[in-house]
C-alpha cells in the first residue's frame, strides 16, 4: 500500500522502515567510533598498551573514512542506495564482532604476540570504520528517491544526525557500563546489539521488491544508478560549481569544528575542576538538544525551502553560543552556564546539517545526490583531524597544579593486572598527564568558524535547482 504525495509522487509506508533502518545503523556506527574514548585508562589496561594506543580506535575512523570516501561515493550512484546500505551495515555488525573477540582470551591471552587482543580489535574497529562512508553518505539519497518533497529535510535531517547521536550514547553509557578493566568485553559486547538489529533492519527494509519512488515526477529508483562515466562527468561538474565550493569551506569548517568540540571537551574542562563525567554528560546533552534543533530546523525547510536563511541564522546564534561557553569554560563553578551554553550550541549547531546537506543537493541538481553529499562530508573529515590535531599544538599552553589547583585532569592510577591472568609486562603506574590552557585553540577555532560565516553571507548565492525543477514539473502537470 502506498500514499500519494504532491503531484504525482508515489510515497510507499515502507519508507519510515527505511528511515528507522539506516538512523538505527548510523547511530550504532557512531558508537562504534568513539567506545574507547571515555575510558582510555581501563582499555589501555585491559590491553596491555598505552593511552596513546588507544587513541587509534578513534583516529583510524578518520583515516579509514577519508581512504573510502571516494569509493563509497561511486558505489552509491553506480550500484545503488541498497548495495550500499548492505556494505555499511555489515561491516558495522562484523566489525563490532571481531572487538568482541579480541577480548576472549585464546586471543587476548596469544603466547604468540602479546598485543594479539589490542591487533585484533583494531581490525575490527578499522572494519566498522570502513562502513562509516556508506551509511554516512545516504541520507540524501533515501530522502530525495523515497520521501515527497515536503519529507525531504525532515528525513535528511533524522538520519544525519544520527551518527552524533551515537557519540552521544557512548559518552554516556561507556563510563556506566566500565568501571574497571575486567568490564570491557561487556561493554563491547553490548554494543553489538543495536549493530546487529540495525543490519537486520536494513535487509528487510530495503531488500528489493516491486517499488517505483517518484520524488521527482518522470523519475523512478532505477535511474539512481547511473554509468561510472556520468559518476565521473558529474564530479568535474560539482567540482566546477562555485557555490558548492564555498558550501564545502563553511560546512567543513563548522563540522570540523563541532567533531573537535565533542572529541576534546573533557580536555577543555577537566584544568579547571570539570570531572571527565561531566564532559560527558554535557556533550551528550548538547548532541541531544541538538537533535531537537535539527528537527525544528528540517521541518522549517520542508515548508519554506529558504536553506541558506535558515543556515546563516543557525551559525550565527552557534557562533554567540561558541563564545559564551568559551568565556565560562576558563571559570570554577560554572557548571550551569556551561551545560546551558553547551545545549545552545549544539540547538543551532547541528540544524546546519540538514542545511548544508540539502543545499549541497539543492545547488548541484540533477547530480547524483550521493556526489555532493559525500564530497561535504569527506571534507568534513579533514578538517575535523586538522582541528583535532591542532590540539598538541604550541597553541596550547601547559598549566602547573598551582595555576589549576582543581584541575581533575587525568591522575597517576596504578593499574591492577590481576583481572586477567595472561596479561603481562604491564607497567606499574600510568604517568600523570598535565592540563593544559586551550584557550588559544579555542580562539582559532573561532576564528576560523567566524571566516566561514563571512563566506556563507557573502559569497554564497545559491540556486535551487532541484525546487525550480519540480515546480517547473507541476506546472507542466496543471496545465496538461
Not at 85 to 108: E, Q
Not at 367 to 394: D, F, H, R, Y
Request: with cysteine; glycine share 6%.
Amino acid at each position: 500500500m502506498g500514499e500519494r504525495g504532491e503531484s504525482s509522487t508515489h510515497l510507499y509506508k515502507r519508507r519510515w522502515l527505511m528511515l528507522l533502518a539506516l538512523f538505527l545503523v548510523n547511530v550504532s556506527n557512531g558508537m562504534m567510533w568513539l567506545s574507547y574514548a571515555p575510558i582510555p585508562n581501563y582499555t589501555a589496561t585491559f590491553y596491555g598498551v598505552s593511552e596513546n594506543d588507544v587513541d587509534w580506535f578513534s583516529l583510524v575512523f578518520f583515516i579509514t573514512s577519508l581512504l573510502m570516501g571516494l569509493a563509497a561515493i561511486v558505489i552509491l550512484d553506480t550500484c545503488g542506495l541498497t548495495t550500499s546500505l548492505y556494505i555499511g551495515a555489515s561491516c558495522n555488525l562484523i566489525g563490532a564482532v571481531i572487538r568482541w573477540i579480541s577480548t576472549i582470551p585464546p586471543v587476548l591471552c596469544s603466547h604468540d604476540y602479546q598485543r594479539s587482543g589490542y591487533m585484533v580489535a583494531m581490525i575490527g574497529q578499522t572494519i566498522t570504520a570502513f562502513a562509516q562512508p556508506f551509511l554516512l553518505f545516504a541520507p540524501t539519497k533515501l530522502a530525495s528517491f523515497w520521501f515527497g518533497p515536503k519529507e525531504r529535510a525532515f528525513c535528511t535531517s533524522i538520519t544525519s544526525i544520527a551518527n552524533p547521536v551515537g557519540l552521544a550514547v557512548v559518552n554516556i553509557a561507556s563510563p556506566y557500563l566500565v568501571s574497571s578493566p575486567g568490564q570491557v568485553p561487556l561493554m563491547l559486547w553490548i554494543y553489538i546489539i543495536p549493530a546487529g538489529i540495525g543490519c537486520v533492519l536494513t535487509l528487510i527494509s530495503f531488500w528489493p521488491g516491486r517499488y517505483h519512488s517518484l520524488p521527482v515526477p518522470g523519475l523512478h529508483e532505477e535511474k539512481e544508478k547511473q554509468s561510472f562515466r556520468s559518476f565521473l562527468k558529474g564530479l568535474m561538474s560539482v567540482l566546477r560549481n562555485k557555490s558548492f565550493c564555498v558550501l564545502i569551506f563553511v560546512w567543513s569548517i563548522a563540522a570540523g569544528l563541532f567533531n573537535a568540540l565533542i572529541t576534546l571537551l573533557p580536555q577543555f574542562l577537566c584544568p579547571y575542576g570539570y570531572t571527565n563525567n561531566q564532559s560527558g554528560l554535557w556533550g551528550a546533552l548538547m548532541i541531544f538538544i541538538g537533535l531537537i534543533g535539527g528537527t525544528v530546523a528540517s521541518c522549517i525547510l520542508d515548508h519554506t525551502k529558504k536553506f541558506k536563511e535558515v543556515g546563516v541564522v543557525t551559525l550565527g546564534l552557534a557562533i554567540l553560543c561558541l563564545v559564551w561557553f568559551m568565556e565560562v569554560a576558563r571559570l570554577e563553578h560554572q557548571s550551569v552556564n556551561i551545560a546551558f551554553s553547551l545545549c545552545m550550541f549544539g540547538f543551532f549547531a547541528l540544524p546546519l546539517i540538514p542545511v548544508c546537506m540539502e543545499l549541497g543537493v539543492e545547488i548541484t541538481f540533477p547530480i547524483a545526490e550521493a556526489t555532493s553529499s559525500g564530497l561535504l562530508w569527506t571534507c568534513a573529515q579533514v578538517a575535523g583531524m586538522v582541528m583535532v590535531l591542532l590540539s598538541n599544538s604550541p597553541l596550547q599552553i601547559e598549566l602547573s597544579n598551582t595555576q589549576v589547583p582543581l584541575s581533575q585532569c587525568s591522575i597517576s592510577m596504578q593499574r591492577n593486572d590481576t583481572f586477567v591472568s595472561c596479561l603481562r609486562n604491564i607497567s606499574n603506574t600510568v604517568e600523570a598527564t598535565p592540563a593544559y590552557d586551550t584557550t588559544n585553540v579555542q580562539i582559532f577555532y573561532l576564528a576560523c568558524v567566524v571566516v566561514a560565516f563571512i563566506f556563507f553571507v557573502g559569497l554564497f548565492y545559491p540556486v535551487y535547482k532541484r525546487t525550480d525543477s519540480e515546480r517547473a514539473s507541476l506546472d507542466t502537470e496543471v496545465n496538461y
